[in-house]
């Protein structure tokens, strides 16, 4: 993530002060917006908390009723909680089981970035020849299994390749959910849809930050076995553990969408 290079190129003081500096100026852009607000009628009841909570309530409910938007976010739930895992203990695997000095961190993190790019460009082509839900549930099984692949090696090259390829199957992954989403959710129920997916993904990513960050420093911290290229330790067995999540998701939503064209 960005935060974790500035942390590792400028320093802790500079790292904070430009997070700072992000928050202010995206306050001034939001200050230069102008929406005019329609008229609400008169007598409406102010509903408050409550309503966000029924919509929220409503999305949720439509979600479990279609096989589709069930799958999807049942799917991304698994997959924000192994990017929960592997998000916290990023720093702490490229720096102790991969050895990499702190000062290519940011190098070190950038550079699986152009797998993004890479997958992003692929996916129109990938969509139109397999179709969007294969193009989904393949992809998400192909980054669980170089997530897996990465998280037992110490060589650093070796890891690299892997999390280029799980940068590429990600981002593949990832353009594809709000098409598929909005496909099968009349506008309506779009914003409602929308905020369930990302309440529940919200919390499954904490829970995997808590999960991984206790158990890391805990039960599995004694762990330390080296085989070969293979590297066995708290971080590894952690970051193994999002891995087989995102593969769990996506035999799942290939056991659902398969006859999906």
């Known amino acids: 993530s960005l935060a974790s290079i500035c942390y590792a190129t400028l320093g802790v003081s ?113 969509a139109a020849h397999m179709g969007q839900p294969r193009v989904y549930y393949r992809a998400r099984i192909l980054a669980g299994i170089a997530m897996v692949f990465t998280a037992l090696q110490s060589q650093p090259l070796i890891a690299l390749v892997g999390m280029l390829l799980n940068n590429i199957a990600h981002s593949l992954t990832e353009a594809l959910v709000s098409p598929l989403i909005l496909n099968a959710t009349p506008e309506k129920m779009a914003g409602r849809v929308f905020s369930a997916f990302g309440t529940t993904t919200t919390i499954s990513g904490l829970l995997g930050t808590f999960l991984s960050g206790y158990l890391s420093s805990t039960l599995l911290h004694p762990i330390a076995i080296q085989f070969s290229v293979i590297h066995l330790n708290a971080t590894s067995i952690v970051n193994s553990c999002a891995g087989v999540a995102l593969i769990g998701g996506g035999l799942y939503a290939y056991r659902s969408l398969r006859k999906i064209p």
Request: glycine fraction near 10%; aromatic fraction near 14%.
């Open 14 to 126: 500079w790292a904070i002060a430009l997070n700072a500096a992000s928050f202010i100026c995206s306050w001034l852009l939001i200050r230069q917006m102008h929406v005019s607000e329609p008229a609400a009628p008169l007598g409406a009841p102010k509903e408050g908390l409550r309503h966000v909570f029924n919509d929220l309530w409503e999305g949720l409910q439509y979600i479990e009723e279609h096989m589709l938007l069930r799958t999807l976010i049942r799917a991304e739930i698994l997959l924000a909680f192994g990017l929960g895992i592997y998000n916290t203990m990023g720093f702490f695997f490229i720096t102790q089981n991969l050895h990499v000095p702190v000062s290519l961190y940011g190098f070190f993190v950038g550079v699986p970035s152009l797998g993004g790019i890479l997958g992003t460009w692929m996916v129109v082509r990938s």
